[in-house]
């Protein structure tokens, strides 16, 4: 029987680079989704390759005018209950390939949707990112989780295949509860803007 709490994640990561560490934190981040029994769609730029933004879906006066890969892609932004940002942090701020991606929807998408953050940096930052993510995602009217996780010195903690380098360390068992933190997190928010939804109807606009 399907899991009534069964929720649709959303997982937008942030890089196109060759050697991308996005790829090793993503497999934790999907792991974590799946033993929760949740379903995801991984929303990826290298694979997605949005042109640079021209113009936001919610620009068109007519949105079946918008190219026929915008208007699948706002499908699938619609159809998610929650999303998840998985986020390398350039300059300390979003990178270009995330920014892009979410610059093409509109706060139709955001709106009184859970959002969870996983930040990572090869060095000792990524917080910013979050930071500066959490501002984008409010503004669109996404409602970001208190939980965030940030993944600093990401290459020495997930090998190639994502794998904890030292699974049985004290650092791995606390990174894993923290990642799973942010999705229970962006779980039980989603649930409950699910729950509003039946009972108040969409939010006043
Ligand atoms: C253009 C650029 C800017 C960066 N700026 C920062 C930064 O401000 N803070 C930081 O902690 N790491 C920074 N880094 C390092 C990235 O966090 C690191 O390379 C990370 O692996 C990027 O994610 P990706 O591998 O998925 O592309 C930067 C990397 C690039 C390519």
Redesign the pocket.
Known sequence: MANPKCLKFIVVI??T?HG???DRVLVQALKSISEQGHEYTVMDPKELKFPILEMPIHWYPDKTKAPQWLQDAEKTMLSADAFLFVS?????CV?PAMANIIDHFGPNVFTAKAAGIIS????G??K?VGLALTAMIQELGGMVTPAQCCINF?STKLTEAGEFVEPDSADATALWGRIQRVVKQTAWYASAFNNQRKEYGDIPS
């Open positions: 942030s890089s680079r991308r560490m996005s390398g942090e350039y300059n300390r990178p990572y940096s090869l060095g930052g990524g910013n990401v």
